[in-house]
């Protein structure tokens, strides 16, 4: 018998089902859940149990791994009588890998209490290239010692693994991940439209500022999206879209303004309502050709 807790995990979309491959891979005993009965099926023939219920995944779970959209989703599978803190064991650990509001995660921590649950907010960046290669960078807020507990499953799923505070903290860092996410690739957009309409060799350009100080890790990793005009998605513009939305509010509520992230929030969403919400978020490509005065 493994040694290692038993995981269950709740939601196997584009991120989720390869992290908890990642965590059969490394040895841990993984029951999951979620809607899609193809997602249920990969689980299954990669070595771990499909459960009927969100009830059914969690009841003889050590750890329960929570990745969906944003904050509504959460709280759909964690509350009610269906729900995760009415039927996972005392003592559990809850950990929320999804990308929602600081003050989801706080509440969360707080209704979880009074249960007896352990909670951490665990999101992460690296899509879904780091999520397959368990490359991942995970900030994380909560208790010293529930991180500490959890650190093996971390670093099962990715190389980067911060406590950044106290619960909601995890949160908050994510949502200034995606305020530079969304930034570098607006300017790379824009630096490829330029590029372009300048006569210039597409791929030695990007080669070699990939190479210098305009280099960075959205570069490297979307640098094939924008030669190829390849925008299946990694992560979606819908996403993005909702994580813009969490830092702008959040932003405002500490009083911190973000001038160019409110223009690119705009971006996000004015590429959202064309249609493009869809597709990976290097898709920015095509708003900047739309105002370049391309057809797309």
Same mark, same amino acid.
């Given at each position: 018998m493994?040694?290692?807790?038993?995981?269950?995990?709740?939601?196997?979309?584009?991120?989720g089902?390869?992290?908890s491959?990642?965590?059969?891979?490394?040895?841990?005993?993984?029951t999951?859940?979620?809607?899609?009965?193809d997602k249920?099926?990969?689980?299954?023939?990669?070595?771990?149990?499909?459960?009927a219920s969100?009830?059914?995944?969690?009841?003889?779970?050590?750890?329960?791994?929570t990745?969906?959209?944003?904050?509504?989703?959460?709280e759909a599978?964690?509350?009610?009588?269906?729900?995760?803190?009415?039927?996972?064991r005392?003592?559990?650990?809850?950990?929320?890998?999804?990308?929602?509001?600081?003050?989801?995660?706080?509440?969360?921590?707080?209704?979880?209490?009074?249960k007896?649950?352990?909670?951490?907010?665990a999101?992460v960046?690296?899509?879904?290239?780091?999520?397959?290669?368990?490359?991942?960078?995970?900030?994380v807020?909560?208790e010293?010692?529930? #991180?500490?507990?959890?650190?093996?499953?971390?670093?099962?799923?990715?190389?980067?693994?911060v406590l950044?505070?106290?619960?909601g903290?995890?949160?908050t860092?994510?949502?200034?991940?995606q305020?530079?996410?969304?930034v570098?690739?607006?300017?790379?957009?824009?630096?490829?439209? #330029?590029?372009?309409?300048?006569?210039?060799d597409?791929k030695?350009?990007?080669?070699?500022?990939?190479?210098?100080?305009?280099?960075s890790?959205?570069l490297?990793?979307?640098?094939?999206? #924008?030669?190829?005009?390849?925008f299946?998605?990694? #992560?979606?513009?819908?996403?993005?879209?909702?994580d813009?939305g969490?830092?702008?509010?959040?932003?405002?509520?500490v009083?911190?303004a973000?001038?160019?992230?409110a223009?690119?929030?705009?971006?996000?969403?004015?590429?959202?309502?064309?249609?493009?919400?869809?597709?990976?978020?290097?898709?920015?490509?095509?708003?900047?050709?739309?105002?370049?005065g391309?057809?797309?």
């Amino acid at each position: 018998m493994s040694s290692l807790p038993k995981v269950a995990w709740i939601g196997l979309g584009i991120m989720g089902s390869p992290m908890s491959e990642n965590l059969i891979k490394a040895g841990y005993d993984v029951t999951g859940f979620t809607l899609e009965q193809d997602k249920l099926d990969r689980l299954t023939a990669a070595g771990g149990t499909a459960a009927a219920s969100i009830a059914e995944a969690v009841r003889d779970a050590d750890v329960v791994i929570t990745m969906v959209p944003a904050s509504p989703q959460v709280e759909a599978i964690a509350y009610g009588p269906e729900g995760i803190l009415a039927n996972v064991r005392p003592g559990a650990l809850l950990v929320d890998m999804s990308s929602i509001t600081p003050r989801t995660s706080v509440d969360l921590a707080r209704a979880a209490a009074q249960k007896g649950v352990r909670v951490l907010d665990a999101p992460v960046s690296g899509g879904e290239a780091g999520a397959v290669e368990a490359v991942l960078s995970i900030m994380v807020g909560g208790e010293q010692a529930d #991180f500490d507990h959890a650190r093996p499953v971390f670093e099962a799923l990715g190389r980067t693994v911060v406590l950044c505070g106290p619960h909601g903290s995890g949160q908050t860092v994510k949502a200034a991940n995606q305020l530079i996410v969304a930034v570098n690739i607006q300017a790379c957009a824009e630096a490829v439209v #330029f590029l372009e309409k300048s006569g210039v060799d597409l791929k030695a350009a990007l080669d070699v500022l990939a190479g210098g100080l305009a280099g960075s890790t959205v570069l490297t990793r979307k640098k094939d999206n #924008f030669l190829n005009r390849d925008f299946a998605p990694g #992560f979606r513009v819908d996403l993005h879209h909702k994580d813009m939305g969490i830092v702008t509010d959040a932003a405002r509520t500490v009083g911190a303004a973000l001038p160019v992230g409110a223009v690119v929030a705009q971006l996000v969403a004015s590429l959202r309502a064309q249609g493009d919400g869809g597709l990976d978020h290097s898709a920015l490509l095509r708003a900047v050709e739309r105002l370049s005065g391309a057809e797309v």
